[in-house]
């Protein structure tokens, strides 16, 4: 629930998490900006109808040499343990994901047998499978099907790979398989939507991924013990009307895959990193030695306890022990975000590796917490009297696995545990590098295409400061602030509120940034200077509403599903709809956002805010329903046109995927025993080299697995 997404929408440089921090000169250079990577001049290689579809954005490693080797080392462990799970978002994905990737990349192993058109249909379809992990929108949960491939191709590839005795890792071999996986990956009507929410369905019946056995309803699953449905590491299986959980672990379901990764990380245990520790002396003087950390020790400990054994309860001990753990290289891996599971319970599986940039003024911000609590516009009785400050941090990623990439968020906050995040808080996490990559790929052309002539300026002096701010006060003071009302006595209000929850919660931690953001604390941790201040705001809210503005024309259909831009949706929905400082004008035929009173509008976000945070603390299921039904579920016909026709005219992407560092072991042999002596990175790997190393890798268990194989 905690994510904070590089949407599509942020293509156009406009959307809340669009543009980077590539500022164009501002007036008053925030901490922040310094910390901006230079820009990756690499290309960017684009896919589907004018490019449009998905652009494949590479990611430096700025730094990363600058690690001392014994930290190098452990992110490579911690890297090929990330490799070795990304198998396991396919299968959560959908039943046939995995064999839909596996018959594709059989068939592309003889690539160079295939006419040039095939070839071209085949490696657009099978690009975007990789960087969704299936053949569903990763963002919108929606099925998409070939566009440049037909069936009669797809076949005669095949066969053509056959005959050539491609290796196909798929059930049956390269023909039977596909005659199975035909109607799943050619025919829109089968299996249509991965995840519905849609109020008034059965969230189960109507899904389409792989954590419920085809024919499961919600009745069924509540018929289960309550510990058994707040599960995060089961799926479902039907036996006869009745569901079964499934756990996952080294055994059980992705049994082959998670024994990798205990392998991995059992490798990187011995790397934890030193820190400093103070020893008083038997004469009373202290001194200063360096100890493994204790936290990130005890934390792979447990993780690696949890994926062989599937006890939840390790999985929350290693969470505790990872929040509190401050180190400089870090990395999640495990069952986290919730949006692919209609239920919002379960877990997708991802993983990543990152190391620590700069933080100071994301720290300054999370120690300031308790002053931002208490100035929340809601009741004082659903303000948190004791704040643990969050964890914030500010890293670079070397990988992103599973749910976490290609396709990657600018941000998270973990875990999603309520009981854990109130005694403990939570880590707040800044991808700068995947961020700034991001935006810079598309914001001048967002800019011109997004705002009124007018307002343009405004947003390339103040656009990238506010863009960031937007993200660190969602994800360091937002999804942390707030308490359950007493009467709910503990019961956690996500599961009171149902489907409706992931929408109130992002949307929460959106109006907590638009909220808070005019306060002078800003100017006081060095965020923006208070002559720039009132600038930065209006450029914040502006871009933000504009960004949604444009990402209705992203959603097809008449619905939006995706958490964050329902939230977004009601937030612009609400202050135009009630006059709140906030219109949308018609110049040339086209729709901007106009501000006209920003402080009007900042008490409509007070508005918003308080009415969510009621919802949240009661555990009030229909009120959430009411309100999202009224401002935060259904497209704008009228945007969706206009956006989706400026979006055309600018060739803008719908989606963006990364192609990240590639990290290279430096092997040395002694007597025979392979041994880590260092690690590289590299850049400018293609993203298909990229995907098929993820597949090679993630199954090696060699040091170096590019080496001559050992005789
Ligand atoms: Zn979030």
Same mark, same amino acid.
């Given at each position: 629930m905690q994510r904070a997404w590089i949407m599509a929408a942020l293509a156009a440089g406009t959307?809340?998490? !669009? %543009? &980077? #921090?590539?500022? !164009? #000169?501002? /007036?008053t250079p925030a901490p922040a900006s310094a910390q901006t990577p230079a820009q990756a001049p690499a290309a960017i290689e684009k896919l589907g109808a004018d490019g449009r579809d998905m652009w494949l954005v590479p990611v430096e490693a700025p730094g990363? =040499? +600058?690690?001392?080797p014994t930290q190098r080392k452990f992110a490579y462990y911690l890297y090929r343990a990330a490799l070795a799970g990304d198998e396991i978002a396919y299968l959560q994905n959908h039943p046939k994901a995995l064999d839909i990737k596996n018959l594709l990349e059989g068939v592309w192993s003889k690539k160079? &047998?295939?006419d040039e058109a095939t070839r071209a249909g085949l490696g657009e379809y099978l690009k975007l499978v990789w960087a969704n992990h299936g053949?569903? $929108?990763?963002?919108? !949960?929606t099925k998409f099907v070939p566009a440049n491939l037909t069936y009669d191709q797809l076949k005669k590839a095949v066969q053509i790979a056959v005959k050539k005795h491609a290796k196909f &890792?798929? *059930? @049956?071999? @390269?023909m039977a398989a596909l005659a199975q996986l035909k109607p799943y990956i050619f025919? /829109? *009507?089968?299996? #249509?939507? %991965?995840v519905n929410q849609v109020p008034g369905v059965d969230p189960i019946a109507t899904s389409s991924n792989g954590l419920y056995d085809k024919g499961l309803t919600l009745k069924a699953i509540q018929a289960l013990p309550e510990a058994t449905q707040a599960q995060v590491n089961v799926r479902f299986a039907k036996k006869g009307k009745k569901a079964v959980a499934q756990v996952f672990k080294v055994g059980g379901v992705y049994g082959a895959q998670l024994d990798t990764v205990v392998y991995w990380l059992q490798k990187a245990l011995p790397y934890v990193e030193d820190e400093i520790a103070k020893v008083t002396m038997p004469d009373g003087t202290v001194k200063t030695r360096f100890e493994a950390n204790a936290n990130q020790k005890q934390a792979l400990e447990d993780l690696i306890a949890f994926f062989k054994t599937g006890d939840e309860a390790t999985f929350k001990k290693h969470s505790i022990a990872w929040l509190q753990t401050k180190s400089t290289v870090d990395y999640l891996n495990g069952f986290y975000e919730v949006y692919k599971d209609p239920r919002s319970v379960i877990g997708a599986y991802e993983a990543n590796v990152s190391y620590k940039s700069d933080s100071t003024v994301i720290d300054k911000l999370s120690q300031n917490a308790a002053y931002f609590e208490a100035k929340?516009?809601?009741?004082? +009785?659903? +303000?948190? =009297? *004791?704040?643990?400050?969050p964890v914030a941090s500010i890293v670079n990623v070397l990988m992103e696995t599973g749910?976490?990439? /290609?396709?990657? #968020?600018a941000a998270y906050n973990l875990p999603n545990y309520a009981d854990i995040r109130k005694d403990y808080g939570s880590k707040n996490v800044v991808l700068l590098n995947v961020e700034g990559a991001s935006s810079a790929a598309t914001r001048e052309a967002g800019i011109k295409a997004s705002y009124r002539a007018e307002d343009q300026d405004l947003i390339r002096k103040d656009g990238s400061l506010a863009r960031q701010w937007v993200v660190y006060m969602h994800e360091v003071i937002g999804h942390g602030s707030g308490q359950p009302d007493a $009467?709910? &006595? @503990? !019961?956690d209000p996500a599961t009171k509120i149902g489907p409706t929850y992931s929408a109130l919660e992002e949307c929460r931690a959106d109006c907590v940034a638009l909220y808070q953001f005019p306060d002078p604390k800003l100017e006081e941790i060095g965020a923006v200077s208070a002559a720039d201040h009132a600038d930065a705001y209006k450029a914040m809210l502006l871009q933000y509403l504009t960004g949604q503005l444009m990402a209705?024309?992203?959603?097809?259909?008449?619905?939006?599903?995706?958490a964050h831009l329902r939230g977004r949706q009601l937030v612009l929905n609400y202050l135009v709809d009630n006059q709140k400082g906030v219109q949308v004008d018609q110049v040339d035929g086209h729709a901007y956002v106009e501000i006209t009173d920003l402080a009007k509008a900042r008490e409509g976000v007070g508005e918003v805010l308080t009415k969510l945070q009621t919802i949240k603390a009661m555990g009030d299921q229909a009120g959430a329903e009411a309100f999202f039904g009224q401002y @935060?579920? +259904?497209?704008n016909k009228a945007w969706h046109d206009d956006a989706k026709a400026r979006r055309e005219a600018l060739q803008l992407p719908k989606e963006k995927a990364f192609v990240f560092p590639k990290l290279v072991p430096v092997v040395e042999d002694m007597n025979g025993r392979q041994i880590l002596k260092d690690v590289k990175v590299e850049t400018g790997e293609s993203f298909e080299d990229q995907m098929l190393r993820v597949e090679a890798w993630g199954k090696s268990r060699d040091l170096d697995p590019t080496a001559a194989p050992k005789k």
């Open positions: 959307t809340l998490f !669009a %543009q &980077a #921090p590539v500022p !164009a #000169p501002a /007036p990363f =040499d +600058k690690l001392r160079d &047998a295939l053949n569903y $929108s990763h963002t919108h !949960a &890792a798929v *059930k @049956g071999g @390269g025919d /829109p *009507k089968v299996d #249509p939507i %991965q929340m516009p809601w009741d004082a +009785k659903w +303000k948190r =009297d *004791k704040i643990t400050p749910d976490a990439g /290609p396709i990657s #968020p $009467s709910l &006595a @503990g !019961a209705n024309g992203l959603v097809e259909g008449d619905t939006i599903h995706e @935060g579920t +259904k497209v």
